[in-house]
C-alpha cells in the first residue's frame, strides 16, 4: 500500500515560525550560585516569561518548550514533587498575564500521570486562553517523542496507512498539533534532542548555545531566530542557481 509521500517542502508555520526549546541548564545554573535545584527551575520560569514576551515580534507564532521529560520521573521524588507544585503556581499565575498578551497556552505529553489539581489548573488555563492568537504556547509535560509516535501508530485503524497529515493529527491530538518545528534551540551546551519533538523535528534547523536556561532572555532568542533566518533550508532539493 502506498503513503502520501509530497516530494513538496513543508509549508510554513501559518501563524509565523514554530521555535521549540529544550530548556537545559536549571539545575547547573542553580549548583554555580550555591543554591537548590528547585531555585533554578524557579529561575527557569522567568527565563520562559521573557522569551514568551519577545517571541511575537520576532515572527514567533508557536512556541513549545520541553519542561518535564517522561525520564524525569527518575529524578529524586523531592525534586519531582517541587517541579510539579511549580508547573501548577506558574500556570495559575500566568493565565491573566496570558490572556492580556494573547496567549494560548496547551499542554501536551501524557496527563494520566500529573497529580489531580495539577490536571484542574491544566484544563483551567487551557479553557480560558484557547482563542488568544498572537502566540501558541506549549508546555511539555511528561513528555516523550518516542512514546507519542508509538501511541499514533496504534491508535490509527485506517484502511491505508495514514498521511503524514493525518499522522502528525494523532500526536497530541487535533486541538494540540502544531506544525513542523521551524527552529530548535538547546540551553545549557548539551546537544542532543532527549526524546523531543522527533518526528516534528524531522526539517527543524538546531541551535545550540552554552547559555544556561535562566540566563536565557529576549535577546538570545532574537540571536536565534535571527541566525535561522540566515540559514538555507533545502528539505531534501537542491539550491534553486544549482538546480537551474
Given at each position: 500500500m502506498s503513503q502520501s509521500t509530497s516530494l513538496s517542502p513543508p509549508a510554513p508555520s501559518p501563524a509565523g515560525v514554530h521555535v521549540a526549546i529544550i530548556m537545559d541548564g536549571n539545575g547547573r545554573w542553580a549548583a554555580a550560585r550555591g543554591r537548590p535545584r528547585t531555585a533554578g527551575h524557579a529561575a527557569g520560569v522567568a527565563a520562559l516569561r521573557r522569551v514568551a514576551e519577545a517571541a511575537p515580534a520576532l515572527g514567533v507564532g508557536v512556541l513549545t518548550v520541553y519542561a518535564f521529560s517522561s525520564d524525569n520521573w527518575a529524578r529524586p521524588s523531592t525534586e519531582v514533587a517541587a517541579l510539579l507544585r511549580l508547573f501548577r503556581r506558574s500556570l495559575a499565575t500566568e493565565?491573566?498575564?496570558?490572556?492580556?498578551?494573547?496567549?494560548?497556552?496547551?499542554?501536551?505529553?501524557?496527563?494520566?500521570?500529573?497529580?489531580?489539581?495539577?490536571?484542574r489548573t491544566v484544563a483551567t488555563a487551557e479553557c480560558v486562553t484557547a482563542h488568544a492568537r498572537r502566540l501558541w504556547m506549549r508546555v511539555a509535560i511528561d513528555y516523550s517523542a518516542r512514546d507519542a509516535i508509538r501511541h499514533a501508530a496504534a491508535a490509527w485503524n485506517g484502511p491505508r496507512p495514514p498521511t503524514r497529515e493525518e499522522f502528525s493529527a494523532l500526536l497530541d491530538g487535533p486541538d494540540a498539533a502544531a506544525p513542523d518545528v521551524d527552529l530548535l534551540v538547546r540551553t545549557g551546551g548539551e546537544q542532543r534532542l532527549s526524546d523531543f519533538l522527533l518526528w516534528e523535528c524531522a526539517y527543524a534547523e538546531l541551535y545550540f548555545t552554552p547559555r544556561m536556561w535562566p540566563d536565557f532572555d529576549g535577546h538570545d532568542l532574537a540571536r536565534a531566530v535571527a541566525e535561522f533566518r540566515r540559514r538555507d533550508r533545502r528539505f531534501g532539493a537542491v539550491p534553486h542557481a544549482a538546480a537551474g
Open positions: 493565565v491573566e498575564r496570558c490572556l492580556a498578551n494573547d496567549v494560548r497556552l496547551s499542554i501536551i505529553g501524557r496527563r494520566d500521570r500529573l497529580p489531580p489539581p495539577l490536571l
